[in-house]
T-cell receptor
Framework: DAGVTQSPTHLIKTRGQQVTLRCSPKSGHDTVSWYQQALGQGPQFIFQYYEEEERQRGNFPDRFSGHQFPNYSSELNVNALLLGDSALYLC??????????????FGPGTRLTVL | AQKVTQAQTEISVVEKEDVTLDCVYETRDTTYYLFWYKQPPSGELVFLIR??????QNEISGRYSWNFQKSTSSFNFTITASQVVDSAVYFC??????????????FGRGTSLIVHP
């Protein structure tokens, strides 16, 4: 049973560029959340997708956008990259059934470096 | 607003020592959930435990144990007889009750545990 997978593992971009990160959830999971983890910090919630819609969003600018596909996989897009966007981007998946939900399981992350 | 404080930035112990990682939280919710995650050098966050605010029973899982005290808003984590493989960053997190989706944990800054052989 594959866990949460993310691609790519590492990425180097320059300021002003755009980047797309990808996530495949754990089998049986339909909800995907994205987190940004700066060096030496705890993860910070970016947004969560369920049924192909953004359900909740953290305190991140509109430069951060996402998408969820019918197979529950997800993409995180960041436009106009800033040096401060350098971080580990973590994807987490879980399932949601109305009044019940499971704990999130995290992927290995994508390390983004902005030069 | 929710807040999680892990005051210990780094702890260094020798193998077989017991170690306790502290976690203090703030929330105005009456229903909430507390978590501990382990992050080894590989980067993946590994789920350890979830506890809801109505269950103050201490929990033990092998060498791991957790002490939840609502009176002091603390959810401390103890590793008994630590091993080198326990070396990692440990995060405490807090989430309100999920509504229309999954939990949204607010994480502390983490405690780096180094276990020396």
């Amino acid at each position: 049973d594959a866990g949460v997978t993310q691609s790519p593992t590492h990425l180097i971009k320059t300021r002003g560029q755009q980047v797309t990160l990808r996530c495949s959830p754990k089998s049986g999971h339909d909800t995907v959340s994205w987190y940004q983890q700066a060096l030496g910090q705890g993860p910070q919630f970016i947004f969560q997708y369920y049924e192909e819609e953004e359900r909740q969003r953290g305190n991140f600018p509109d430069r951060f956008s996402g998408h969820q596909f019918p197979n529950y996989s997800s993409e995180l897009n960041v436009n106009a990259l800033l040096l401060g966007d350098s971080a580990l981007y973590l994807c987490a998946s879980s399932w949601y059934r109305g009044d019940s939900t499971d704990t999130q399981y995290f992927g290995p992350g994508t390390r983004l470096t902005v030069l | 607003a929710q807040k999680v404080t892990q005051a210990q930035t780094e702890i260094s112990v020798v193998e077989k020592e017991d170690v306790t990682l502290d976690c203090v939280y703030e929330t105005r919710d009456t229903t909430y959930y507390l978590f501990w995650y382990k992050q080894p050098p590989s980067g993946e966050l590994v789920f350890l435990i979830r506890r809801n605010s109505f269950d103050e029973q201490n929990e033990i899982s092998g060498r791991y144990s957790w002490n939840f005290q609502k009176s002091t808003s603390s959810f401390n984590f103890t590793i008994t007889a630590s091993q080198v493989v326990d070396s990692a960053v440990y995060f405490c997190a807090l989430s309100e009750a999920p509504s229309g989706g999954s939990y949204i944990p607010t994480f502390g800054r983490g405690t780096s545990l180094i276990v020396h052989p």
